[in-house]
């Protein structure tokens, strides 16, 4: 059996026992054929030794269970890496960064705690699936929607505490969420916001509460073990709209994002809009290049050749498609404004898009992207081809045109510099997950083939690098990757960083929660580190 | 490679899948669809929105659907659900238990011939 680093195999047993005594021995998985069952399905470390493998996992029910489980690690000093679903696949699955770590799996607390239609929230269990919570919003058929991300398996717990994003209003997961009770390391519960009230009333109402406002420290950090959080719906809106703009020339997304970032924080548009080019689609299609022919290489054509061709084919050179969410008259309003914003831009064209009355028919249903009206499902494996997994590297850049085009060239000359084509990778197009800001996406393929993935690897780090020089930062990573980018927001001789480390010493000095992730080390493993 | 180690499993499997199969009565079907619906039909349900199925119809298999195949044996279905194909991760026991897995094998071959 595999140890957890620091803890010998006396120890390690004495605490399994306490761990079997406290969830069950049903609950505490030792045996390797369990534990591989947590190693990442998509791991950039297929067949290496860094791949990262647990000693054990441990399954709690309940948040006593968890208190139990915390103050015996803490006790025995064994590092414990939290999931909630984890379905975490592109930036680490359900393994721990450090192998070894035992992990904590709080899938089996699935409970719905509360759904309140009224005040349209929700209180939810970290076992808790989007899945799960829409088919209990809808067998009671109450009339608020959730915000799910592109795969409906993960959880809104664990999808928002690493500051994951979907489609809808509520797309800002973390931003969403209104309340936690969280178990800290020396086992202790804390509730945040009003929940600090003993007889609170409004702890999925009001986020605040008194004093310092903590919730975003148990986000993508090692600070505490979240068991509860609230989230904000949408009251079911009446209708919905889409309409698609479409503009010819290259330089027109200058003019298309400013009015997109008008729109949005005007909240007349809501929901990700992608800005698209059906022009350099085309291209990557018939070329060959795949998303590499998003970027501009020194290879590219020029950007006349790119208009002519767009021109001959009738292909926009950029497109956006925008939602709009409210009542039928509001949404068909909020569309005619925008087409009349847009109209500024010489040669523009619009295109009406579906125009829907909810509740959805269960036929409906099947024929609507589901995304967009917070129906979970997991459609979107299927833009992977029969490939073995991917990982994303996913900077947040401005929502502007300029900062698009900036982008295009950067990472072009990027993956010119390191004399490699950019064909494996998907460069998807911006999209506004996040308000006010841009997230490229783009996926990097994952192989069972060393040798693969370690070119894969290292084009990562470089782009996380060369993307920093230009003041663009990652809003999320892989676990192989989170030393990596907490190194470059380094602002001040890396004083954020430093805060981190601060607290994490002050609040689980003996570092048992989550070593590693997104670059927080216990004191003990830090010089080791460096 | 994975995939490679994967049909020598199932090849292997094939051989004890017989005596590993035993009559599973009503309530075992049940609960091996619902857990079926709730785990798999994502992907593996009919449609093209089904990556799974879409996977298995590129691939050439027919019929893509897991619930019309015949051909699959319980032993072969544990192995894909516990190890993983392309991009299908592995599901851990938290998620689908021992006894959900089986209920799953035995719903997914209860058309086979017997
Ligand atoms: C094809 C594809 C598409 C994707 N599309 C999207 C998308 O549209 N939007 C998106 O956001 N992501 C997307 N992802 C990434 C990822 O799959 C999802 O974000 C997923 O929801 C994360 O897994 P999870 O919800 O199970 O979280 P978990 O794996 O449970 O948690 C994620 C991490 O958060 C921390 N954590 C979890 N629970 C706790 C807790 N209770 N206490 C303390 N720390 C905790 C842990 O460090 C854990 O590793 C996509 C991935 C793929 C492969």
């Known amino acids: 059996m595999r140890l957890p680093p620091g803890v010998n195999a006396k120890d390690f047993s004495d605490a399994l026992k306490q761990f079997s005594e406290a969830v069950g021995k049903d609950w505490v998985f030792t045996s390797d054929e369990d534990v591989n069952l947590y190693r990442d399905a998509y791991s950039p470390f297929w067949h290496e030794d860094e791949d990262p493998v647990p000693s054990a996992a441990v399954a709690p029910i309940n948040v006593e269970q968890v208190q139990q489980v915390v103050r015996i690690a803490n006790t ?199 800005v698209g080019s059906p022009l350099l689609m085309s291209i990557a299609r018939s070329s060959g290049m795949g998303g590499a022919a998003l970027l501009t290489t020194p290879k590219s054509p020029s950007i006349a050749d790119l208009e002519k061709i767009g021109q001959e084919k009738n292909l926009p050179y950029w497109n956006c498609e925008l939602h709009f969410y409210g009542p039928s008259k509001v949404v068909d309003a909020q569309w005619e404004y925008a087409k009349e914003k847009y109209s500024v831009i010489p040669g523009v064209t619009f295109q009406d898009g579906q125009s829907l009355r909810f509740p959805l028919s269960a036929d409906q249903i099947e024929h609507v992207p589901k995304r967009q009206f917070g129906i979970p499902n997991l459609t979107v494996f299927g833009m992977m081809g029969r490939t073995e997994g991917h990982m994303w590297f996913s900077p947040i850049i401005p929502m502007s045109g300029e900062a698009v085009f900036e982008a295009q060239r950067v990472f072009g000359q990027a993956y010119a510099d390191m004399g490699v084509p950019p064909a494996e990778t998907t460069f998807v197009f911006p999209s506004s ?87 927080i080390w216990p004191k003990h493993m830090r010089k080791a580190k460096a | 490679m994975r995939y490679a180690r994967i049909f020598l499993l199932v090849a292997l499997s094939v051989a004890f899948a017989a005596q590993a199969f035993a009559a599973p009565d009503e309530s075992q079907l049940d609960r091996g669809h619902r857990v079926y619906q709730k785990w798999c039909y994502p992907c593996h349900g009919p449609g093209a929105d089904k990556p799974g199925t879409a996977s298995l119809a590129a691939r050439g298999q027919k019929p893509a659907v897991l619930e019309d195949r015949t051909d699959l044996t319980p032993a072969a279905i544990k192995i894909f659900v516990r190890h993983g194909v392309l991009y299908m991760p592995t599901f851990r026991k938290t998620e689908i238990s021992d006894a959900d897995l089986d209920a799953i094998a035995a719903y997914l071959t209860r058309n086979n011939k017997k």
């Open chain 1, 433 to 519: 997950f996040f308000p006010r800001s841009f997230v490229v996406l783009c996926g990097f393929p994952i192989a069972h083939d060393v040798e693969k993935n370690r070119k894969n690897r290292q084009i990562f780090k470089r782009l996380v690098e060369v993307a920093a020089q230009h003041g663009w930062g990652e809003y999320r990573t892989h676990t192989a990757f989170m030393d990596t980018v907490a190194n470059v927001y380094s602002y001040n001789d890396h004083a954020l960083l430093h805060f981190h480390e601060t607290v994490k010493d002050a609040v689980d000095p003996n570092g048992i929660l989550s070593p590693g992730r997104c670059g």
């Open chain 1, 76 to 274: 025995f000093k064994i590092p414990i890496w939290t999931i909630s679903t984890g379905k975490n696949l592109g930036y680490g699955g359900a393994a721990p960064r450090l192998s070894g770590c035992m992990v904590l799996d709080l899938k089996r607390m699935d409970k719905v705690l509360e759904v309140n239609e009224k005040n349209a929230y929700a209180l939810v269990e970290p076992g808790v699936s989007y899945f799960d919570l829409y088919r209990y919003i809808q067998d009671k058929g109450l009339k608020v929607w959730i915000d799910t991300p592109d795969p409906g398996w993960g959880s809104p717990i664990g999808n928002s505490l690493d500051r994951g994003g979907g489609y809808t209003p509520f797309r800002d997961h973390f931003d969403a969420h209104c309340g936690m009770e969280v178990v800290l390391a020396n086992g202790e519960i804390v509730r945040t916001g009003m929940g600090a009230l003993p007889t609170a009333k409004t702890w999925q109402q009001y986020r605040y509460g008194f004093g310092p406002y903590i919730d975003g420290m148990f986000s993508q950090s090692n600070f505490g073990v979240v068991t509860k959080m609230g989230f904000w719906l949408l009251p079911q809106p009446e209708g919905y709209r889409s309409g698609t703009v479409s503009v010819a020339k290259h330089d027109d997304l200058v003019p298309l994002v400013d009015t997109l970032s008008y729109l949005m924080n005007s909240s007349i548009v809501q929901g990700t809009t992608t």
